[in-house]
């Protein structure tokens, strides 16, 4: 089962200081406009949130770590 999510990062007016939002979404039998709500959440901070001059957004699949199993003898 795939959970993807909407990565969103803030760079604010200092170098070491970056804003994270992860958006998950999940709806069985209603469409939502996760792009809409990306650039919701990006112009939320930036009027919001004085240190913040930018903001980018992508969509991102969850990985999860496998192990892979010994061979049968």
């Known amino acids: 089962m ?3 999510y909407i990565a969103i990062q803030a ?6 200081h970056v804003v ?3 958006v998950h979404v999940r709806s069985e039998f209603i469409d939502i406009d996760e ?3 990306a650039q919701i959440v990006q112009q939320w901070f930036l ?8 903001a980018t957004a992508e969509r991102r699949e969850q990985i999860f770590p496998t192990t892979q199993l010994p061979s049968l003898p």
């Not at 009027?47 to 930018?54: A, C, F, I, L």
């Open 35 to 37: 792009a809409g709500l």
């Open 2 to 4: 795939d959970y993807p």
């Open 47 to 54: 009027d919001n949130v004085p240190e913040v001059v930018s």
């Open 20 to 22: 994270y939002a992860d």
């Open 11 to 16: 760079t604010t007016d200092s170098e070491d």
